[in-house]
């Protein structure tokens, strides 16, 4: 859904676009903060199918609203968990939509659909430190960072600082 202020609408993934995020998936600069790892067309659609059955995360597709071009794609885990505490994710892969908002916009509306539509407590997500341009649009969203945390990339074989953020309910 988009009301008229909204630059995007997010929309549920589609196995019609599953070119488009393998493409995604496998630009290096798209993927540089990301723990995604390359995919075939053909491993992307069965994480599509894996998550379009899942009662455990929601992955949406972030679309503009001027053109109806698919830009990105958002997420929510831990939709399993009692305490209504969930993690949050976004890659916006088109890169000529980056820096324009459309990433903030599009952030916003999950959250909002995480807190109205499956009654979240608290939203959590973790940055890498050098993702500045990230953890500004999170803060910019009400995020905090809470702590700063190490976690092993399983795709560099490195081990990297991130910012833990969260943010409560609205």
């Known amino acids: 859904?988009?009301?008229?202020?909204?630059?995007?609408?997010?929309?549920?993934?589609?196995?019609?676009?599953?070119?488009?995020?393998?493409?995604?998936?496998?630009?290096?600069m798209v993927n540089k903060y990301t723990a995604f790892h390359r995919f075939t067309l053909e491993q992307k659609t069965e994480w599509i199918k894996e998550k379009l059955k899942s009662d455990k995360e929601e992955v949406l597709s972030v679309f503009v609203g001027e053109n109806n071009k698919l830009i990105g794609t958002v997420g929510i885990h831990g939709l399993d968990n009692k305490d209504g505490v969930y993690l949050l994710w976004i890659v916006i892969g088109e890169k000529e939509y980056w820096g324009n908002g459309y990433g903030h916009d599009a952030f916003s509306a999950l959250i909002n659909h995480a807190f109205s539509q499956r009654k979240a407590k608290k939203l959590v997500l973790d940055v890498r430190v050098e993702n500045e341009v990230a953890i500004k649009m999170y803060q910019r969203c009400g995020f905090k960072i809470t702590k700063k945390i190490k976690k092993f990339s399983e795709r560099d074989r490195v081990e990297y600082d991130y910012y833990y953020m969260e943010l409560m309910e609205l």
């Open 1 to 28: 859904m988009q009301t008229c202020d909204q630059k995007t609408y997010l929309k549920p993934l589609s196995l019609d676009h599953a070119e488009v995020y393998a493409k995604w998936t496998n630009d290096p």
